[in-house]
């Protein structure tokens, strides 16, 4: 019985993916490329069609589907594969991307938000593909699966067993009592920044697609852009700080967003996690702007500031812009934001890596135990916002963290058999787990993921869906309890 709730609720969320396709058709069509649209998007748009016939026909005798935690756990990962494969058909019809793995790559890329790309020469690219590309990070963003249960409720345990399952950070906040309305403010908090962020973006000079492409990438920190030269293509102070400030905004948990909204202040100016992401933001945006500026890479301090906080930020949430060729900054600005790549946005935001939240949990951990050595007859707890950390969920963070630190050691390892260097090795394993985009060495803000052979790729894309289910979701599936009835 649940397999057949599980593939009623993938044909739901893939007919979602498919669905979205077609704006992209259309603005193909009025953009003067009838021809490469209608084959790109043309059969995707068919199959979300016959997704919903299917799903609609199948309702109508099983009633909603219901998932249980084991269930929940491998539909959101098989729906981030199929997304993936939905998403690369387009590059694939159009031209744009002939190779099946790289269009993979692309869309995995895309959907995990990671940014990296393979694409050489963005701007000659059919606009409408640019739209679909930049559409990947915004559905990613906010997750397709909360998507789905926000359009498509499903009830009992199977519903928020889904949003445990992909929700970017330790637990889910549910702020309404429905958890299916707690999906659709989400969305509805999303959808409102990145409206406000076209309009600026629009505003400071950008032509429309190009305000919503690169408004599509920030608030789901994803990174990728219309121009070869990232942001930087732009050369703009207004659209810097604009990028700049959406950035930090898509790097907070949304549900800070929601208090804001309801009028709590209060509460967003104590949490933790929150204070310290804007203070690792300020420290490192000024450190590196005053090596910058003492260094002369900059004329002014005005103008460091300005390209220290952008990249700075880009790193620290993951997003992966650049406006600047950071690798030819000084030693010191490099190793502050190689150091942010561990770190991450804010638990329940649209930023991967780490997160702030367990690298507070995991400093007070280390704390605790330093104070027990000196005092073993003391009991010392975990307090974060004043509230006890059960042991449990200390746990299961350092867990999570070993996890982490394991497979960036393994998947080095493996990108590092093709004969790379280390600095490429570890920094393109590190951007595609932490879902950052840009690394160091032959993976730098200047260049791309093209030159890796297949078998690399592939990996990299798993790395991403890792990454970006944050380790356990997609590695449960490889142990024997899970598979055992």
């Known amino acids: 019985m ?59 005798k099983k009633g909603k589907p219901s998932l249980s935690p084991r269930g929940g756990y491998l ?9 993936a494969g939905v998403g690369a058909t387009p590059f694939v019809l159009s031209g744009a991307i002939p190779s099946w793995v790289d269009a993979y790559f692309e869309a995995m890329s895309g959907f995990t938000t990671t940014g990296a790309s393979i694409l050489n020469a963005i701007e000659s690219l059919p606009r409408s593909i640019l739209l679909w590309r930049a559409t990947t990070h915004w559905l990613g963003g906010m997750g397709i699966v909360v998507l789905t249960v926000a359009v498509f409720p499903l009830i009992g345990i199977g519903g928020r067993a889904l949003m445990e399952a992909e929700a970017p950070g330790p637990q889910v906040d549910k702020f309404t009592p429905r958890l299916s309305d707690t999906a659709k403010f989400l969305w509805l908090i999303y959808l409102g920044l990145t409206i406000v962020e076209t309009l600026l973006l629009w505003l400071g000079g950008m032509n429309l697609l190009d305000a919503v492409a690169h408004a599509f990438a920030t608030m789901a920190t994803g990174g990728f852009s219309t121009r070869n030269a990232s942001v930087g293509a732009y050369g703009s102070a207004y659209v810097d700080i604009v990028i700049t400030v959406f950035m930090l905004l898509a790097g907070m948990n949304f549900a800070l967003h929601w208090k804001l909204l309801r009028g709590d202040f209060k509460t967003v100016a104590k949490d933790t996690e929150f204070l310290t992401y804007l203070g690792i ?43 600047t060729n950071y690798i030819l900054w000084p030693a010191l600005s490099k190793a502050l934001l190689f150091a942010v ?79 790379y260097d280390i600095e490429t090795s570890l920094t393109s394993t590190m951007a595609s787990l932490g879902n950052i985009g840009p690394g160091f060495g032959l993976v730098g803000p200047a260049l791309n993921y093209s030159f890796f052979p297949d078998y690399i790729k592939a990996w990299l894309s798993f790395i991403m869906l890792l990454g970006r289910l944050e380790v356990y979701t997609v590695l449960i599936l490889f142990t024997k309890a899970f598979w055992r009835r």
């Not at 539909?75 to 199929?82: D, T």
């Not at 702007?289 to 700075?312: E, H, K, S, W």
């Open 2 to 60: 649940e397999a057949k709730s599980l593939a009623r609720a993938l044909a739901a969320l893939l007919a979602i993916v498919a669905g979205f396709t077609a704006p992209c058709l259309v603005v193909g069509v009025f953009l003067g490329e009838g021809a490469v649209a209608l084959r790109a998007f043309g059969p995707t748009v068919g199959i979300g069609i016959g997704l919903i016939v299917f799903v609609v026909l199948a309702g109508r």
């Open 75 to 83: 539909f959101v990962v098989l729906s981030w594969v199929f997304a």
């Open 281 to 323: 933001f300020a420290i490192v945006s000024v450190a590196i702007a005053i090596q910058l500026r003492t260094t002369g890479v900059y004329p002014d301090m005005g103008t460091a500031l300005r390209y220290a906080a952008f990249n700075a930020s880009s790193i620290l949430t993951t997003t992966g812009f650049a406006t």
């Open 341 to 419: 790549m561990f770190i991450g946005g804010c638990a329940g935001s649209t930023g991967g890596g780490l997160k702030v939240g367990r690298v507070v949990t995991m400093f007070k951990m280390g704390l605790s135990e330093m104070r027990y050595l000196l005092n073993p007859r003391g009991i010392y707890g975990i307090f974060v916002d004043g509230h006890y950390l059960r042991k449990n969920i200390v746990y299961d963070i350092a867990a999570m963290v070993f996890l982490f630190i394991l497979s960036a050691i393994i998947s080095t390892v493996v990108v590092a058999s093709g004969g």
